[in-house]
C-alpha cells in the first residue's frame, strides 16, 4: 500500500495548492533551511489525524493554517489530501475492493473540522479505523520527526522502555 | 503484559544484533535489560562495539556513533512492527561519508518492500533517491515544488506541483 | 541579583538584535522575559523573524532556522562575556550552504580577537579555516592526527603529531 | 592569550602522544565519526580543571583515561599539556611576567591525580584561580559542545533564564 500522490494546500507554508506525485522506489525531499520540507511530513501525519498539535510542532491546532507572510494574508483553511494504492485491499471494510482510497482532512480557521474518504464527508474514527492493522498511523516507527534520532540517543534506560512498550 | 513486553523486546534485540554490525560495518551491539526481573519497570541498555573498539556503555561514544546505534534501533523496531511507509527527516545529519553510504545502502534494502520518504541535506543520500523534490520558498514564507528529478532526468514543475511537458 | 539579571539580559538583548539579523541575512529578533515583574523567576522568550516571514514563537521554525537563533543567541552571551578562545563543536550541522557560509563569515569577523577552534563535517567550514587538523583511527580505537593544512599547502605530520620536513 | 599548543597522551582515545600546535587564525577540526575530535574538546576542559565526568560523556573520571582496543591494552595514565600565549599578561600572580604558561594535569587509573604550572607540582585551586579574571573556564559560552545548540533550541523559556544567570 503507497502514497500515490499528496496535496496540500493552506497548511503551514504551502500556501499554494501543491502536489507531490510518488513514484516507485526512494523519493527524497530537499531543499534550504525553512522551505517546508519538514511541513511536508507534518502533512501526512496531520491527514492521517494526528490531534496533537503538539506533535506538530504547534501549540494550538490554529497553529497548521497557513499564517501569512510579510507580503501575503493569511489564509482560512488548510487541507491535505492523500491518494493511497489499494491493490493489496490493506485498506479494509467498505473500501477493501478499491484500487485507490483518497483521505482528505480540512481545517478552517472557525475550528470547523472535515475528513472525507474517496469525497464522502466521514468522521475521524473511520480514517482512523480504516488504517487498523496496516501498519499506518501517527505513532510507532514509520515517521521519525527531525531530532527523533537524537532523543532516542539522550534517552534514558527508563525512558527507553517506552520505544519497546509502543511496538509491544 | 510481561509476555507481550518480552517477546517484542526479544525481537527487536534479535533484528537489532543482525542490524547494528550491517550498518556500521563490523563490530556487534545488542539491547540489555537493566532489570531481568521486574519486566514492568526495568529499562533498556544500548551495548555496543565499534568495528575494532571495546564493547562499551553508549556515553563515551562520539555524535555520530551514537546516532548509527540509534537508527539500527529505529530500524530493527520498523521491521518488528512494519509499516507500508517509513519516512526519515534528516536522520542522516551526524553521519560522515562511509556511514551515510552504509545508512542509505540499508535504506535501498528496506525499499523493496517499504515506500521510502527521505529528507535530507547530504549528497550521498540524494544520489541514492529514485526521485528528487525539490522545495524553495523563493517568495519568503510560500513552500513551493519546484523540481521533480527522476531517475535520468529532471521535469520541471509547474504551479500547482504539477509536471510540466 | 536581579540588577545583575537585568543588566545582563538587556546586554545580552541588545547584542542578539544586532547579530540575529546579520547571521540569517536579514529579518529581526529578541529576546523577551516572559515575566517583567518577576526578575528572579521570569523565563525568557526567544522572537524571532526570518527575512520576509511573519514574526513568530520558536516552535514552528525548522530546525535549521532554530539552530541560526540559538548560534546568534551564542554568539551575544559570548560578546557580553568574552574568553580568549571559543571552540565550536559541530555547530553548523543543521545548516545549509547559505547559512553555513554566514555562519563561517561571522567566525571570520570574531575571529580578530577571539582564537577559534571549530570541529566540523562541512566542506564550506573547513574552507574558511587558516589551519586544518585531520585526525583519523587508522589502527581502530587509537587517535592520530596525520596532517595540518595551512594556508597554501598540507604539511605531514610525524608520530607524536609534530610536523615532518 | 592564545592556546600555543595542547599535548594529548593516554586520554581517551589518544593512546598515543599527540601534539597540535596552533597558529593565527580559525583552526578547524575534521575526521571520520568517531575518530576522536570532541575528545579533543574534552582534553581541553579536562585540562582546565573539569571535575564532574559527566561533563566529559563519562560517569567516572577513571573513564578518561584509554580504556584499550581490540588490539591495545588500556593505559594506566591519562595526561594533557596546554601551552598559553601570555603575552597580554592576563595570566596574573606570579606568571604575570612570563610570555609562556604551561598547565599539566595527570590522572592515574590508581585515581591519583596530578596538576602542574610550568613543571611545578600545584594543587587544582591554582590552576583555576589562574584563569580568574580572564574568561577562561569550563562553563559559560566558549565551548559549545556537540549538541549544546540542540539543548538551547528545546529550552523552555525557564530553563533559558540559565542562559542569562550564567553570564551575569
Ligand atoms: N502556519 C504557518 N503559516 C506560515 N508559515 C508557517 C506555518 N507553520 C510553519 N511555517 C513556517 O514553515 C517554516 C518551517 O518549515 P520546515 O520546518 O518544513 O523547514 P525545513 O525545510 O524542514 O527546514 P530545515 O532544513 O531547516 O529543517 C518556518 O519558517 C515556519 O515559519
Ligand atoms: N577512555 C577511552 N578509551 C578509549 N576510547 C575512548 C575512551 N573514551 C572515549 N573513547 C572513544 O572515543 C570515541 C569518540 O570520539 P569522539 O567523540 O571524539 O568522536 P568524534 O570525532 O567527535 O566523532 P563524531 O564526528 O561522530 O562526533 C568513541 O569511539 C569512544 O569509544
Ligand atoms: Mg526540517
Ligand atoms: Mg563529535
Given at each position: 500500500?503507497?502514497i500515490?500522490r499528496i496535496e496540500i494546500h493552506g497548511f503551514k507554508s504551502f500556501a499554494e495548492r501543491t502536489v507531490f506525485?510518488?513514484?516507485?522506489?526512494?523519493?527524497?525531499?530537499?531543499?534550504?533551511?525553512?522551505?517546508g520540507?519538514?511541513n511536508v511530513i507534518d502533512a501526512i501525519k496531520w491527514g492521517l489525524g494526528e490531534q496533537n498539535a503538539?506533535q506538530l510542532?504547534g501549540?494550538a491546532m490554529e497553529d497548521v493554517i497557513f499564517g501569512g507572510?510579510?507580503?501575503r494574508p493569511a489564509t482560512g483553511l488548510a487541507e491535505v489530501a492523500m491518494l493511497f494504492?489499494?491493490?493489496?485491499?490493506?485498506?479494509?471494510?467498505?473500501y477493501?475492493?478499491?484500487?485507490q482510497v483518497e483521505i482528505r482532512r480540512r481545517l478552517f480557521r472557525s475550528g470547523e473540522s472535515e475528513y472525507l474518504i474517496n469525497g464522502e464527508p466521514v468522521r475521524l474514527r473511520e480514517v482512523t479505523s480504516l488504517f487498523?492493522?496496516?501498519?499506518?498511523?501517527t505513532?510507532?516507527?514509520?515517521?521519525?520527526?527531525?531530532?527523533?534520532?537524537?532523543?532516542?540517543?539522550?534517552?534514558?534506560?527508563?525512558?527507553?522502555?517506552?520505544?519497546?512498550?509502543?511496538?509491544? | 503484559?510481561?509476555?507481550?513486553?518480552?517477546?517484542?523486546?526479544?525481537?527487536?534485540?534479535?533484528?537489532?544484533?543482525?542490524?547494528?554490525?550491517?550498518?556500521?560495518?563490523?563490530?556487534?551491539?545488542?539491547?540489555?535489560?537493566?532489570?531481568?526481573?521486574?519486566?514492568?519497570?526495568?529499562?533498556?541498555?544500548?551495548?555496543?562495539?565499534?568495528?575494532?573498539?571495546?564493547?562499551?556503555?553508549?556515553?563515551?561514544?562520539?555524535?555520530?556513533?551514537?546516532?548509527?546505534?540509534?537508527?539500527?534501533?529505529?530500524?530493527?523496531?520498523?521491521?518488528?512492527?512494519?509499516?507500508?511507509?517509513?519516512?526519515?527527516?534528516?536522520?542522516?545529519?551526524?553521519?560522515?561519508?562511509?556511514?551515510?553510504?552504509?545508512?542509505?545502502?540499508?535504506?535501498?534494502?528496506?525499499?523493496?518492500?517499504?515506500?521510502?520518504?527521505?529528507?535530507?541535506?547530504?549528497?550521498?543520500?540524494?544520489?541514492?533517491?529514485?526521485?528528487?523534490?525539490?522545495?524553495?520558498?523563493?517568495?519568503?514564507?510560500v513552500s513551493?515544488?519546484?523540481?521533480?528529478?527522476?531517475?535520468?532526468?529532471?521535469?520541471?514543475?509547474?504551479?500547482g506541483g504539477?509536471?510540466?511537458?
Open positions: 500500500m503507497r500515490d506525485q510518488f513514484g516507485q522506489g526512494v523519493s527524497c525531499v530537499v531543499g534550504p533551511n525553512g522551505c520540507k519538514s503538539r510542532r501549540r507572510s510579510e507580503s494504492d489499494n491493490g493489496e485491499g490493506l485498506l479494509g471494510g467498505e477493501a475492493r478499491l484500487p487498523l492493522d496496516t501498519g499506518v498511523g505513532r510507532g516507527y514509520s515517521i521519525i520527526e527531525q531530532g527523533r534520532v537524537g532523543l532516542i540517543v539522550n534517552a534514558r534506560p527508563e525512558e527507553r522502555r517506552f520505544l519497546v512498550e509502543e511496538a509491544a | 503484559t510481561r509476555e507481550r513486553f518480552r517477546e517484542t523486546f526479544d525481537a527487536i534485540n534479535e533484528r537489532f544484533q543482525v542490524l547494528y554490525p550491517r550498518l556500521v560495518g563490523g563490530g556487534r551491539g545488542f539491547l540489555r535489560l537493566t532489570d531481568e526481573n521486574d519486566l514492568l519497570e526495568t529499562g533498556i541498555d544500548l551495548i555496543v562495539q565499534p568495528p575494532g573498539k571495546r564493547l562499551q556503555n553508549m556515553t563515551l561514544m562520539s555524535g555520530g556513533e551514537k546516532a548509527m546505534a540509534a537508527i539500527a534501533l529505529i530500524f530493527a523496531i520498523f521491521l518488528v512492527k512494519p509499516s507500508p511507509f517509513c519516512l526519515l527527516d534528516e536522520v542522516d545529519a551526524p553521519l560522515d561519508e562511509a556511514n551515510a553510504v552504509r545508512f542509505n545502502e540499508m535504506v535501498r534494502e528496506m525499499s523493496g518492500h517499504t515506500q521510502f520518504l527521505v529528507i535530507t541535506h547530504n549528497k550521498s543520500t540524494m544520489e541514492v533517491a529514485d526521485t528528487l523534490y525539490g522545495v524553495t520558498m523563493e517568495e519568503p514564507g513551493r515544488l519546484v523540481s521533480v528529478r527522476l531517475e535520468g532526468g529532471t521535469a520541471p514543475v509547474g504551479p504539477s509536471e510540466v511537458d
